[in-house]
């Protein structure tokens, strides 16, 4: 089994203009589109429907009142799986602005390979069910903790070209740590989407894919601003 890395980019950004938390997906993600389309590999990439390869938290730190702050630094992470693609953004992120940010400097780090006890959502997990809406309404809770799965699935065995068996154990325990769904706000529509802790099991495949999912996300929509996770190593 090929190993590979998790890139984990920490940018600084100078706020231009104040925005709502639950904008904070569109504000963000909207800044690194701007980057990428900087170079015509990269803006057919980011054009292209695929896998991304990448996910993207809030910036930090979160403000009390839900209103980031015109004229402040905060930090973003975005994490990827993509070598390539890690290089392109430490290198050109920093010289870039939009309406919201301007980038000031960037860092990068390998986050290591260990046993991973937990990981758990930083920014909503979203499931789309084409009109059907938000899953609570259409689904059960098993189907949905096997979206979560398969999709996890799909992303390994894109990236890695290959085919693995699914029967198997990704997980002990998964807690749903929101009582309402969290509100995700992109343009002049939101969605709903919900925030988990899910410990990891024992097993070889379920480590590869809780790694994967810290670069690549979980969920949809990650290169949105969806379903980036943090970890606990045992």
Known sequence: ???????????????????????????ISGFVDVCLSKDIKYLEFHNKNCYKGYVI??????EPGGTYKKEKVYTVRIRTIRKDLMNYLTETLGNTANEYFKGLTTHVRIIPRKHISKIYSITPVLIKLGEGGYWKSNI?????????????????????????????????????LNRVPVKIKFKNIALLGDKFDMEIADNEMA??????????????????????????YL
């Not at 089994?1 to 504000?27: G, N, P």
């Not at 938290?57 to 979160?62: C, F, T």
């Open 57 to 62: 938290d809030m910036p930090y730190p979160l």
């Open 207 to 232: 480590q590869e894919l809780a790694y994967l999912a810290l670069a690549t996300g979980i969920g949809e929509n990650n290169s949105r601003g969806c379903g980036f996770v943090n970890y606990k």
């Open 1 to 27: 089994m090929d190993l590979f890395r998790v890139y984990e980019i920490s940018v600084k950004v100078f706020t231009l203009q104040d925005f709502q938390q639950e904008e904070a997906s569109y504000v």
């Open 140 to 176: 059960s809770f098993e189907q949905y903790e096997h979206l979560l799965k398969t999709n996890l699935i799909k992303k390994y065995n894109t990236f890695m070209n290959t085919k693995i068996d699914e029967d198997f154990q990704l997980y002990t325990n998964i807690q749903k």
